[in-house]
C-alpha cells in the first residue's frame, strides 16, 4: 500500500475512534447542566448525587476524547504537511480559535467539576458545570466550521502557483459562515446530544430492568427522554438542510448520496440498495419516485445533477457513500420512534411498565454511535477526491518527507492502542454503572477511597 | 539584524509564551511524573497524582493551543517540523496517550498489578514526553537538514546526536526540579519531608546538566549568542536566568517554597527566553543550507490572518489566564484525597 491509502486509513481510524468521545461528552454535558440546575432549584440531595454519577462517565469520556484528540491536532502536519501548508492560513485559525475559546474553558473547569464539589459554593460549582459544557460547544463549533471549510471554501484567495500555491484568508466572517458551517453545526451538535441522551437511557433502562437505582433510573430517563425527542426531530430539519445545502454546494456528494448518475428531474429518493457502480445501477432498491428532487426543491421539476456531468477523476466512490447516508437517515427515523414512543408512554402513564421498551432502550445507546460515525463517512468520502473542494486533490495533500515504512508503523501502533484503549474504556464504563450512583443521601468524603 | 516589533515578531513571542507557559504547567506534572516511581507506598503514589489531579490536563491545553497557533500563525514550520520529525512525533503521541490514560485509569481499580503498570506507563510516559521535547529543542539549535521546498531531508537518527540526547536530559532534569518543589507544596508529613530531600538532589542534577549543556552550546553554537554580542543589555537575560536557579536552594533553605516555585518557573521562562533570542529570526534552522531556514517571515501565515489571530488572542487570553489563576486558586493548599480523588 502506498502513503495515500495509509495515511488515509490511519486519518480515518484515528478521527472515528476519536469521535466516540467529544460527542458524548457534549450531550451529557448539557445533561449534566439540567440536573444541576434542578438541585440548584429543588436543593433535592437527590439530583446532585445525579450529576455526581454522571460527572464520573463524564470524566471517564473527556479523558479519552483529550488523548485522542491531540492526535488529532497533530496528525494534520504529521501526515498532510502539504495540505497544512496550503490551509494553514484559513484553518489554522480556526484551529487556534478553538484552542483558545474552547479548550481552557473546558479543561479549566472540568477541574472543578470533577474535582471541585468540596471546594466551592452549588452555584459556583454549577457554574463550572456550565463553563464546561459551553467549552465542549465551542469545540465542535470551530472544528466544525474548519471541516465546512474544507467542503465548501470561502471567504479566501489562492496565493502562489504550482507547489507554493495557498489559500489566504480574505474575510473571516466569510470563513466562519461559509455556506455549509450552520447547517452541518447543528446538525452534527444535535447528534451530540441524541449520543449523550441515549447513553443515559440505555443505563437508566438497564437499572430498571435489573429493578436497582429505580428513583435515580425513572427520573434520568424522563430528562433523556425529552432531550432526545428534541434533538431527534431537530435532526429531521436539519438533515433536510444539510442536504439541501449539499446538492447546492458539492451537487457531486449528493448524487453519491443517492446513486444518481444522469442529470435528471423527478429524481427518485431510495429507502434503500445496493449500488453497482460499474453498471450504473441500484440493485434491490426501493425508491420514492421524484421524492429527491421534490425534497431539494419542494417541486418535483427541480433537476438534480448526475455524476456522469463530473469528471471521472472527481466523483466519490458511490456505494459506500450511498450506502452510510442511508443507514444515517435510518436510524435517525428510528431514533424518532423511539423518542415519540417514549415519550407518549410516558404520557399514558406507562413508560415503565413495558420490559420489552426498556431492551430496546438498553440497546439504543448503539443508534446514535453509529448514526454519527456514518453520517461522517457520508460527510468526508462524499468530499472525495477532494481534501479541500474543488481547490486540492487528497493524493496532492500528503507529507512528503514521510515514507510508507513509516505511517505503517503508526498505524498498527494507533490501532493496537486504540483497541486496547476502547476496552479499557467498556471495562470501566462497565465498572461504573455496576457501581450504580451512591443511594445515600448525604456521603461523607472518605480518605483513602479510591474514586470508583 | 534590524529588530521590528511587526506582527511576525509578535506572533513569535506569543508562541514563545504559550509554550514557556507549557513548559511551567506542564512542567511540574511531567517532573512529578518522572518522579513518581521513587515514591513506594500506595497512598502517596496517589498524593502525588492527585496533586496535579485537577489541573494536568488544563496543563496540556497550553500545548495544544501551542500546536494551534504554530499551524495558523507559521504552518510551514508547523508542516515541516511535525512531517520531518515523523516518528519521534508519533512516539510522543503514544506518549501523551499513555500518561493521560494511566493518570485516568490508575486508582479505578485496587490490584497491585495493575496500579504497577500504570505507574510505570505514568513514569516512563512523563520522562519520554519530557526528553522528546527537549531533543526537539536540541535540534533547533543544532538545526536540522532542509531543502529548497522547506521539506526535511534528514531520517529519525539525524536527529539523535550526544547534543540533542544533553538538551533532551537537561530539560528531563528541569521537570523533575520544578515538580519535586511543586510535590512540596503539595505534600505533608514524611512524603512533604522525602520530596525535599529530592529537591535538593534535583538541583544539583539539573545545574551539572545546565551548566554542561551552556558550555557545549557556546563551543559548538556559538550563533546562539550572537544577538547578545551585538546588542549586550541582552545580557541581562542571562544574569536573571542564573540568578532564578541559584535562587532556587535559597529559598528551600529559608523554607519559603512557593517563592522557590516561582523562581523554578522563572529559570524556566529566562531558558526559553534565551533560546528565543538565540535563534531568532530562524524558528527552524536548515544545517547545512541555511539559506533554506524557516523564518519569522518565509514561514509565517498572511498579515490579515496573523491580525486576526491577535484579535482573537487578545479577546481570548485575559479569559485563559483568568481562569487558570481561579482554579489554582480555587486547588490551592495540600492534597487531601477525597472520594473523588483519582
Known sequence: MDVEILSRLQFAITIAFHYIYPPLSIGLGV????????????????????????????????????????VMEFEFGTNWATYSRFVGDVFGSALAAEGIFAFFLESGFLAVLVFGWDKVGPKMHFFSTLMVALGSMFSAIWIVVANSWMQTPAGYHIVGEGINARAEITDFWAMV???????????????????????????????????????????????????????????????????????????????AMEAVFDDQTHAPLYLFGWVNEDNQEVKFGIAVPSMLSYLIGWDA??????????????????????????????????????????????????????????????????????????????????????????LMRTSEGLSKAVQAGQVWYSLIMFTLIYIGLFILFIYLLNNKIQHGPEEADLIPSEIGHPKA | MEFNLDLNTIWFILIGLLLTGYAILDGFDLG?????????????????????????????????????????????????????????????????????VAIEFRSKRPMKWWRQMWDIAFSVASILIAFLMGVALGNIITGIPLDANKEYVGTFWTMINPYTVLVGVTTVALFMMHGSIYGVLKTENELNLKLKGWVNNTIIFFVICYVTTTMATLIYFPNMAKHFKDFPPLFILALLNMLAIA????????????MAFLSSAASIASLLALFAVGIFPNIVLSNPNPEYSLTIYNAASSQKTLTIML?????????????TISIYWIFRGKVKLTNMSY
Not at chain 1, 312 to 337: C, K, S, T, W
Open chain 2, 311 to 323: 484579535i482573537i488572542a487578545a479577546i481570548g487570553f485575559p479569559f485563559v489566564l483568568a481562569y
Open chain 1, 301 to 390: 421539476n427541480t433537476k438534480v445533477t448526475g455524476l456522469n456531468s463530473f469528471p471521472e477523476d472527481e466523483r466519490p466512490p458511490v456505494n459506500i457513500v450511498f450506502q452510510a447516508y442511508h443507514l444515517m437517515v435510518a436510524i435517525g427515523f428510528m431514533l424518532i420512534a423511539i423518542s415519540v414512543l417514549g415519550v407518549f408512554l410516558w404520557w399514558k402513564g406507562t413508560l415503565f411498565k413495558h420490559r420489552w421498551l426498556l431492551w430496546i432502550f438498553v440497546f439504543s445507546v448503539l443508534l446514535p454511535q453509529i448514526a454519527n460515525q456514518v453520517g461522517w463517512i457520508t460527510a468526508e468520502v462524499g468530499r472525495q477526491p477532494w481534501i479541500v473542494y474543488g
Open chain 2, 32 to 100: 512529578i511524573g518522572a518522579l513518581h516511581l521513587l515514591v513506594k507506598e500506595d497512598i502517596d503514589r496517589r498524593i502525588m497524582l492527585n496533586s496535579i489531579g485537577p489541573v494536568w490536563d488544563g496543563n496540556e491545553v497550553w500545548l495544544v493551543t501551542g500546536g494551534g497557533a504554530l499551524f495558523a500563525a507559521f504552518p510551514h514550520v508547523y508542516a515541516t517540523v511535525f512531517s520531518g520529525f515523523y516518528n519521534a512525533i508519533i512516539m510522543l503521541l503514544f506518549m501523551l496517550i499513555f500518561r493521560a
Open chain 1, 177 to 255: 459562515f461559509n455556506p455549509s458551517s450552520v447547517d452541518r453545526l447543528l446538525h452534527t451538535i444535535s447528534g451530540c446530544w441524541l449520543a449523550g441522551a441515549f447513553l443515559v437511557i440505555s443505563v437508566a433502562a438497564y437499572y430498571l430492568l435489573k429493578d436497582k437505582h429505580i428513583r435515580f433510573a425513572k427520573s434520568s430517563i424522563r430528562i433523556a427522554l425529552v432531550m432526545a425527542l428534541i434533538a431527534s426531530l431537530f435532526q429531521l430539519f436539519t438533515g433536510h438542510q444539510s442536504a439541501v445545502g449539499v446538492a447546492k454546494n458539492q451537487p457531486a456528494k449528493l448524487a
Open chain 2, 247 to 258: 535562587n532556587i536552594p535559597r529559598e528551600i533553605h529559608h523554607g519559603r517554597e512557593f
Open chain 1, 31 to 70: 445533561f449534566m447542566v439540567i440536573t444541576e440546575g434542578m438541585y440548584l432549584k429543588t436543593k433535592d440531595k437527590f439530583y446532585e448525587q445525579m450529576t455526581k454519577f454522571w460527572v464520573k462517565i463524564f470524566a471517564l469520556t473527556f479523558a479519552i476524547g483529550v488523548a485522542t484528540g491531540i
